[in-house]
Structure formats: C-alpha cells, structure tokens
C-alpha cells in the first residue's frame, strides 16, 4: 500500500534515541478546498438517458428501459429467461454445461443482474469471484488449466481446482487524524488437479461486474472514445488514458476494446459469448471449440437463444440517481472534480449514435463516469496479467452509475476488480499509478468533504 504520509528528513527535526536517529513521521496539511462553484449539468440524474428507470430498490438493475415499446417485452423476456437458465437442467435436454464450469447459469455470478463479491470468510468457496490464468511467461492460457481455474464439474469429471480467499490487514491515517484500514487479498489454490500452477504464472482474480447500461456503452462512438486517450500524457495532467485494441472473432479485425476488467472485449457480443465458454463451457458460433476438444460440434447455445439472451443484455437499463439535489451531494460533485477523479471517470455528458434495430439505446445523453480507457493504477492493484495492449497494471475504468445501489440490490458493498475494497471509501483509497495524486488530496480532505464526495457516489 503506498503510505500515504511523509517521513521527514533528520535535518527536519528527527528525534535522537540512545545512539540512532528515529524519523518523526508527518501527516501532511489538510487539504481546504474552500468554496467551489456548483456542477450544474443538464438531466444528470438520468444517467441513462431516456432509457432511465426509477427504482431504488432490491429490482433496481434488471429493469426494462423506460423508452422501450411495449411490442418489445415479450423478447426483453425471452432473454432474460435465457440468462436465468440453469444450464445443469437435464428437463430441458441434455446437460450442456461443462464438463468443468465456474458456474451452470448467467444470474448465479450476476444475482439480480447486479455485482459479485469475495467469500465472507476463507472457508466460504468463492461463487462471483473467478481466476483468470496465464502462462508462466505471461503470454496465452495456461498450459494445464486454460484461461480460468474451474472449481466445478459434471458427475464424471474432477474440478480442477478450489482457491482459500484470504485478508491481511493494513492501516493509514487521513491528515485530519482519524485511521483507516484496508484489507489485501491473499490466495492459496488447492488440490489443484494437473499440479502446480508453476512459478510466475500470472493469476487475477475478478468478481462479476453489473449488467445494467451495456448496451448503451456499446452505442458510444468509438472516435469519442477515441479522442480522449492520451498515451503520451501530452497535456501533461499525469492522466494517459490508452485504448485497448482487441481482436474481433467474428470479422478478424482488430477493434477498440470496451468491455470487460480490462476492456479486452470489443463488442458486447463477444462478450457474452466468451463468458458463456469461460465461465458455463457452453459453445456458440463465436466460441465453437471446448477447452479440451480437438473439433467443434454443434453450438450449446443456439443462435436463437444467444439472439434472445443479447436483446436482454443490450436493453437492460440504468438506474436513476437519488438525492443529486441535496446540498452534500453536490459538494460532494465538486470535490470530485477538484481532487482529480473527473479525469478519468468523466462526469460530462456522452451521446451515443445510431444502433439498427435498437431506437432505445440510440441517441441518449448519458452520465457515464467512465472513459473506457486503460489507466495504469499502480503496483498495489496490479494483477501483472496482460490482456491485449493491457500491461499487468492497467484496468479500464468502470462506469459508476448505479454504484450507489449496490448495497441495495445485492447486499454488499465490495468493489474493484477483486472486491477487495469493503466499501467506497477503500475502493478510493487503494487507486494508484496515474490516480495516485487524487489519492492523496483525498486522504487530506477533512472530514466533512470526504463524506460529502461519498455522498455523490452514493447518489449515482
């Protein structure tokens, strides 16, 4: 964790104990920000624009778009009967789960559509939280276990593996005094099947994401995204978003990566597909070939039910904000903007353009608060796996409207990528690399303004 105090120089005024100098360790000054004008945007409390549904409570993130015709429910439905099938059911066919699996079904990761989370305790088996593998070198899926451990196998098959999650603790001090803590996952793989992983083969560990608002991320314009990458930091800010460039299965073209932990997905598409083979070993068109398999059979997964299951998945809306108006939250707005966290999670309006066949996610003003772009977030957050242009350290920055509901819909509120973060706050906390000066005018905040910016997330 990186320490977020100084440790002054002898010549600052050190303390001499016996024969050896002991540093006096210094918080920094509190961080005033005084008054800050007001972030007046229009419609900012729907997120989602028109697709926007009112609802706070435990249904808030599988809701239907509030633009969507009623001519369009039955297929809204249709697919979400297709991402709440248990694919271990032998009543409707033969089981076509596995033979190894992380999961038999879409909602058993994503309850409620909503977010996963780490076991409770490290005698709780992981169920949301999944191990995403490397070979030693780093490059292509392991050579014994593939591109994920999977912890669960048909009557026949032995799973490969199981992980014990556990947290060691470490603490901090804001500069107005008060301490806080953090807590570092730690992972031991057992009964590993094929033998050891082998040294160096990078793992990281990722909890299931929310489904709401895919769609109309997919309808951002790729040259809007585009425009906001900075490699070279040539604005000199220390912010250098990069785009990841990924391959597109179905045309063989390399494309702007948008979706997933590290937007190593280009199309929501694909990314349905690929989490149907990972995490179900469920074939379809894009993904005809089971790990194990020399030639591919028919898909899983018909062309039908994956039509019906992306309708859903495109369609699913955001939920509104609460609350935009009360006074703490719109300090809390500002103070976001003025220590830096805008940078990255944009709060100004985006558009999406025109989707065929999709006239709800077409056109809409959203309020996003993510770039889709790369950021190098440090060595603290570092799963040192690369994954397309993604080096080891770097995470596409997640969305955060909705965040605030989490705890509502899905009873928890752990965050980032692993879940490692307990609320908020932590998941604030731990941000380095390019976010690490943000960070830091954080931990100088007082009180009041700290508890004001997590007003504003928790109104989103």
């Known amino acids: 964790m990186r320490v977020p105090w100084s440790i002054a120089g002898i010549s600052a005024g050190a303390l001499l104990v016996g024969a050896a100098w002991a540093t006096v360790i210094r918080r920094p000054e509190p961080l005033l920000l005084g008054a800050l004008p007001p972030v007046v945007l229009p419609g900012v409390e729907r997120s989602g624009g028109a697709t926007t549904v009112t609802d706070p409570g435990r249904n808030a993130f599988g809701r239907a778009p509030m633009n969507m015709p009623r001519s369009r429910w039955p297929d809204f439905y249709a697919g979400k009967g297709v991402f709440d099938r248990d694919w271990s059911e032998a009543g409707r066919g033969p089981v076509l789960v596995g033979p190894l699996f992380?999961?038999?079904?879409?909602?058993?990761?994503?309850?409620?559509?909503?977010?996963?989370?780490?076991?409770?305790?490290?005698?709780?088996?992981?169920?949301?939280?999944?191990?995403?593998?490397?070979a030693p070198e780093g490059a292509g899926p392991h050579p014994l276990y593939g591109g994920q451990l999977d912890a669960h196998a048909l009557e026949g098959h032995v799973p490969e593996g199981h992980v014990r999650v556990e947290f060691e603790e470490t603490r901090g001090t804001f500069a107005t005094g008060e301490p806080y803590s953090l807590v570092r996952p730690r992972y031991q793989f057992q009964g590993l099947v094929h033998g050891p992983l082998g040294d160096g083969a990078p793992v990281s560990a990722r909890v299931s994401p929310v489904n709401f608002g895919l769609g109309l991320l997919e309808a951002l314009p790729e040259a809007a995204i585009l425009a906001r990458a900075d490699p070279e930091d040539r604005d000199h800010d220390g912010i250098s978003g990069r785009a990841n460039q990924v391959l597109d299965v179905e045309t063989g073209a390399t494309r702007l990566g948008r979706f997933g932990w590290k937007a190593n997905q280009p199309t929501l598409r694909q990314q349905v597909a690929h989490a149907l083979l990972a995490?179900?070993?469920?074939?379809?068109?894009?993904?005809?070939?089971?790990?194990?398999?020399?030639?591919?059979?028919?898909?899983?997964?018909?062309?039908?039910?994956?039509?019906?299951?992306?309708?859903?998945?495109?369609?699913?809306?955001?939920?509104?904000?609460?609350?935009?108006?009360?006074?703490?939250?719109?300090?809390?707005?500002a103070v976001f903007r003025a220590i830096g966290c805008a940078a990255c999670h944009i709060d100004t309006p985006q558009e999406t353009?025109?989707?065929?066949?999709?006239?709800?996610?077409?056109?809409?003003?959203?309020?996003?608060?993510?770039?889709?772009?790369?950021?190098?977030?440090?060595?603290?957050?570092?799963?040192?796996?690369?994954?397309?242009?993604?080096?080891?350290?770097?995470?596409?920055?997640?969305?955060?409207?909705?965040?605030?509901?989490?705890?509502?819909?899905?009873?928890?509120?752990?965050?980032?990528?692993?879940?490692?973060?307990?609320?908020?706050?932590?998941?604030?906390?731990?941000?380095?690399?390019?976010?690490?000066?943000?960070?830091?005018?954080?931990?100088?905040?007082?009180?009041?303004?700290?508890?004001?910016?997590?007003?504003?997330?928790?109104?989103?």
């Open 102 to 134: 992380s999961a038999s079904s879409c909602m058993t990761c994503h309850v409620k559509d909503g977010r996963g989370q780490p076991p409770a305790s490290p005698s709780e088996a992981p169920v949301s939280l999944v191990f995403q593998l490397s």
């Open 279 to 333: 995490d179900m070993g469920l074939t379809t068109t894009l993904y005809p070939l089971e790990q194990g398999r020399d030639a591919p059979g028919a898909p899983e997964v018909t062309p039908d039910d994956l039509e019906q299951l992306m309708i859903y998945m495109r369609l699913v809306a955001v939920p509104k904000r609460r609350d935009w108006e009360a006074p703490e939250v719109q300090r809390g707005h």
């Open 353 to 460: 353009g025109t989707v065929e066949g999709f006239d709800e996610v077409s056109g809409q003003v959203l309020y996003t608060y993510t770039d889709l772009l790369l950021h190098d977030l440090g060595e603290d957050l570092a799963d040192g796996r690369p994954d397309g242009l993604a080096t080891g350290q770097e995470w596409r920055t997640p969305p955060l409207w909705g965040i605030g509901l989490v705890e509502v819909v899905n009873k928890h509120t752990r965050f980032l990528h692993d879940g490692r973060a307990r609320n908020l706050e932590e998941a604030v906390l731990w941000h380095g690399g390019e976010a690490a000066p943000a960070q830091a005018r954080y931990v100088r905040l007082p009180r009041e303004d700290r508890a004001a910016l997590l007003a504003f997330l928790k109104s989103l």
